[in-house]
C-alpha cells in the first residue's frame, strides 16, 4: 500500500473549517470557496464548518445550499453566516461514515497548532501538519532557531520581545542587520504586519505596527535576490513541485499584491538553472521534514544570485488556496490538478491517521 491509499471503503466526509479569528479571516474565505468548488461531490459528503471572527462555529447553510445547485453558484468568498453548532459534533463521524477535516485558517488559532490539537482530541484524521510542526512553523522566530540547527542556510535576522523593545534595542538591530530591515510578527503570515524599513524613523514604525498583531517581533536583513517559492505534498516521503518565482508588483510581496491586485508577476516554473532547481527542491524538503511537516506546506526562498545562493525564508503550512495562490499553481505545472491535489491531501491525511492509530492499538 503507497503513503496515499488506504483500504476503508466507508464514505469519506470532508469537512472544509473556514473563516477563523485572526487577521486572514477574509484570505481563509476565499480559499475555502475554491476547495469547495475543486471537491468531488460524487466522492465526498462536503460539509462547510466556519469558523466566526468571535470564535464561534456555524455550519454555512448558504455554502452548502450553493454547492448543491453547483460550484458556479458559490460566491467568489464563503460567508461564515448560518446557525450555530458546537465544534465537536461538527467534526465526529456518524455511523458507517469517516471524516477527515481540511482546516484552511490561516494564522493564530488555527494554522498555529491549536485546531490541530482539538482534532487530535476528537480522533479525527485532519489535512496538513500536525501540532508540533504548525506551531514552529507558524512562530517565524522558532522556525529560524530548528532550521539553524539543522543547518539549512537563512538570512540574517533577531527576534525580540515587546518588553525588550528601547532606542537601544533599535540601534543594536540597525547596526547589526544593515537597512533596509523587515519588520515581522512572529506569529502571522500573508504579510499582514510586515514592513520594510529603510531608516531608523521607519523601524520605530515598522516595529509599531509589528507590534499590533503579536507580542514577538522577527528582524530580518533585507535580502537583494529573487523570491522563489516550492510546493511540498506527502507524509513520509514527501515531495517537491517545480518551483516558482514571485515579481512584486509593489516594492515587496506583501497583501494587496498576494490577495487584491494581483499585480505581482509569477513565473511557474521558475526560470532557473537546472543545478539550482535541483537544489532548491531538495533543500524545500529539508526543511519540510527539519520542521517535522506532514501534509502539505510551501517553503519560501530568496536567491542571491551570485552571493550566498538559495536562503530558506519560512515556511507555510497553510498556503493560500485562491486562484492566484502560488501553492496549487506550482502543482498544477508539476502535473498535479486542483482538484487531484485535493484528492491527494484527503489519502495523506488518512493514511496518517490509520498509521497512528495502527500503533496506538498496539500499545
Known amino acids: 500500500m503507497t503513503g496515499t491509499e488506504h483500504d476503508d471503503d466507508r464514505r469519506v466526509r470532508l469537512v472544509v473549517l473556514f473563516g477563523g479569528q485572526s487577521a486572514e479571516h477574509d484570505v481563509s474565505c476565499v480559499?475555502?470557496?475554491h476547495v469547495?468548488?475543486?471537491t468531488d461531490t460524487e466522492r465526498y459528503d462536503v460539509?462547510?464548518?466556519?469558523?466566526?471572527?468571535?470564535g464561534t462555529w456555524a455550519f454555512a447553510e448558504d455554502a452548502a445550499r450553493l454547492l448543491a445547485a453547483g460550484p458556479a453558484s458559490l460566491p467568489e468568498a464563503l460567508s461564515t453566516a448560518g446557525p450555530e453548532i458546537d465544534p465537536l459534533p461538527a467534526?465526529?463521524?456518524e455511523p458507517g461514515e469517516r471524516v477527515v477535516v481540511f482546516p484552511l485558517l490561516h494564522g493564530p488559532l488555527g494554522e498555529d497548532g491549536t485546531v490541530q490539537g482539538l482534532l487530535e482530541l476528537a480522533d479525527v484524521p485532519y489535512i496538513g501538519c500536525g501540532v508540533l510542526s504548525s506551531a514552529l512553523a507558524m512562530d517565524k522566530a522558532m522556525a529560524k532557531e530548528v532550521l539553524d540547527r539543522a543547518g539549512i542556510p537563512q538570512a540574517r535576522w533577531?527576534?525580540?520581545?515587546?518588553?525588550?523593545?528601547?532606542?537601544?534595542?533599535?540601534e543594536g538591530l540597525g547596526g547589526a542587520l544593515g537597512f533596509p530591515i523587515f519588520v515581522k510578527p512572529a506569529n502571522m503570515g500573508s504579510s499582514i504586519g510586515v514592513t520594510k524599513a529603510?531608516?531608523?524613523a521607519e523601524l520605530r514604525a515598522a516595529v509599531e505596527l509589528g507590534l499590533r498583531y503579536d507580542e514577538w517581533l522577527v528582524?530580518?536583513?533585507?535580502?537583494?535576490?529573487?523570491?522563489?517559492?516550492?510546493a511540498v505534498l506527502g507524509n513520509r516521503e514527501p515531495r517537491a513541485s517545480v518551483p516558482g518565482e514571485i515579481v512584486p508588483g509593489a516594492e515587496f510581496y506583501d497583501y494587496e499584491d498576494k490577495y487584491r491586485t494581483g499585480a505581482a508577476e509569477l513565473r511557474i516554473p521558475a526560470p532557473l538553472p537546472d543545478d539550482v532547481t535541483g537544489a532548491l527542491r531538495a533543500m524545500a524538503v529539508d526543511a519540510f521534514q527539519a520542521l517535522r511537516c506532514e501534509g502539505m506546506a510551501r517553503v519560501d526562498f530568496f536567491y542571491e544570485e551570485g552571493g550566498r545562493g538559495l536562503l530558506v525564508n519560512e515556511i507555510n503550512t497553510i498556503p493560500g488556496f485562491t486562484p492566484i495562490s502560488m501553492y496549487p499553481q506550482m502543482w498544477q505545472a508539476s502535473g498535479l490538478s486542483y482538484a487531484g491535489l485535493v484528492d491527494e491531501l484527503i489519502a495523506l491525511a488518512i493514511e496518517r491517521y490509520d498509521r497512528r492509530a495502527a500503533r496506538r492499538r498496539a500499545t
Request: glycine content about 4%; charged content about 35%; aromatic content about 2%.
Open 219 to 230: 528582524a530580518e536583513e533585507g535580502v537583494t535576490g529573487r523570491e522563489i517559492e516550492c
Open 91 to 93: 467534526v465526529l463521524p
Open 198 to 200: 529603510h531608516d531608523p
Open 47 to 54: 460539509r462547510p464548518v466556519a469558523i466566526r471572527r468571535d
Open 31 to 33: 480559499s475555502a470557496r
Open 158 to 170: 533577531r527576534t525580540f520581545h515587546q518588553d525588550d523593545v528601547s532606542e537601544e534595542l533599535l
Open 36 to 38: 469547495l468548488a475543486a
